[in-house]
């Protein structure tokens, strides 16, 4: 058993001890709202959304980007569990800044194992072979984070599934300051009507 594994088996240990009333919380989210965001493991939603347990839903991807399947789950976060309000919150110093597309692709092209990155861009060890599948693949990185939460934003607001009368909320969290910056013509193209 690796050392990581170890340490999230007894941490899990230390919260069933202080579980409580937690498996009585009901499945819809008491305050009613979702938020998309990054998977960056700098950003902690309950912390800067004042979140407890049971209280939103948080769906996170690389860049907490609109794609298919993050409108998949703010569509039955409505649907089924009735949110009322959504969050896209970006952040700033992304690594979906950090490269595109075709570099991805072709990092992938060159093998499976992790990738290094310095000043001279992105680097490949082209160790046991790769793929050209990542070639196929919208990546959905990201080179200005205004425009892309204006765009994931527009993008979950003119999808068929979502109803009009949801707000969308558009935000960039910045991660030197842990504030949230909004992005008004964003929120203005979610705005519910």
Same mark, same amino acid.
């Given at each position: 058993m690796s050392k990581i594994v170890q340490e999230v088996v007894a941490a899990n240990a230390e919260y069933v001890a202080d579980f409580g009333a937690k498996g009585d919380l009901p499945m819809p989210p008491a305050r009613q709202f979702a938020i998309l965001t990054c998977m960056d493991a700098r950003l902690d939603p309950a912390k800067y959304a004042g979140l407890s347990e049971g209280d939103a839903h948080v769906i996170r991807n690389a860049g907490g980007r609109a794609s298919d399947d993050a409108i998949r789950s703010l569509v039955i976060s409505y649907k089924l569990l009735g949110t009322k309000e959504w969050f896209v919150i970006h952040h700033t110093d992304c690594g979906m800044e950090t490269f595109n597309s075709e570099i991805m692709g072709e990092l992938l092209a060159g093998s499976l194992k992790t990738s290094s990155v310095d000043a001279s861009g992105w680097h490949d060890s082209? +160790?046991?072979?790769? #793929?050209?599948?990542?070639?196929?693949?919208?990546?959905?990185?990201?080179?200005?984070?205004?425009?892309?939460?204006?765009?994931? +934003?527009?993008?979950?607001?003119?999808?068929?599934?979502? &109803?009009?009368?949801? &707000?969308?909320?558009?935000? +960039?969290?910045?991660?030197? #300051?842990g504030n949230l910056v909004e992005i008004p013509e964003a929120t203005a193209a979610g705005k519910a009507s």
């Open positions: 082209n +160790v046991g072979g790769g #793929t050209t599948d990542g070639k196929y693949i919208n990546w959905l990185t990201i080179s200005d984070q205004g425009k892309s939460v204006i765009e994931d +934003v527009e993008r979950i607001r003119n999808n068929s599934m979502v &109803p009009s009368d949801i &707000p969308i909320y558009g935000y +960039v969290y910045d991660c030197k #300051t």
